[in-house]
């Protein structure tokens, strides 16, 4: 069993390859179990942070934690607040983030289900 509390856990500030600016703030936990790599991480966008374009080999879970953001396809580009659950499927080409100009940050937990070694691929 890997138990965390996010809420206590302390900040860390991260480089990421789906970001689209030098900074990410995340914490969680993963397991894995069966070949398949499952991780939770809760990350932090202010003001007009998101990633790039990316998919996953697996499926992308993300709960809205705080504030107003926008999830995008290449079909659709949706805004989305606390309490919202959205589901990518595995290879889905799409990217989350939080709104120009906004004055406040947004969050989500992402879950991610995925073949254990596997990396998100990051698109033009």
Same mark, same amino acid.
């Given at each position: 069993?890997?138990?965390?509390n +996010?809420?206590?856990?302390? /900040? ?6 789906v970001?689209? *600016?030098?900074? &990410?703030?995340?914490?969680?936990v993963? !397991? %894995?179990?069966? #070949?398949?790599?499952? !991780? $939770? !991480?809760?990350? /932090?966008?202010?003001?007009?942070e @998101?990633?790039? =374009? ?7 879970? &993300? ?6 953001? +926008?999830?995008a396809? @290449?079909?659709e580009? @949706? /805004?989305? *607040?606390? #309490? ?8 889905? %080409?799409? =990217?989350? #983030?939080?709104?120009? #100009? *906004? %004055? $406040?940050?947004?969050?989500? +937990? !992402?879950? +991610?289900?995925?073949? $254990?070694?596997?990396?998100? /691929?990051?698109?033009?």
């Amino acid at each position: 069993m890997d138990v965390k509390n +996010i809420a206590s856990a302390e /900040t860390e500030v991260l480089e990421h390859p789906v970001q689209e *600016s030098a900074v &990410l703030f995340t914490e969680g936990v993963s !397991s %894995e179990f069966d #070949g398949n790599s499952v !991780s $939770a !991480s809760e990350v /932090t966008f202010r003001a007009g942070e @998101r990633t790039k =374009w990316h998919t996953h080999d697996g499926v992308q879970v &993300l709960y809205v934690t705080h504030g107003e953001g +926008i999830v995008a396809t @290449r079909d659709e580009e @949706r /805004t989305v *607040s606390h #309490g919202d659950l959205i589901v990518f499927d595995p290879d889905e %080409e799409h =990217w989350h #983030g939080n709104k120009e #100009g *906004s %004055e $406040a940050p947004f969050s989500h +937990i !992402s879950f +991610i289900a995925q073949p $254990a070694g596997a990396d998100p /691929t990051v698109l033009d």
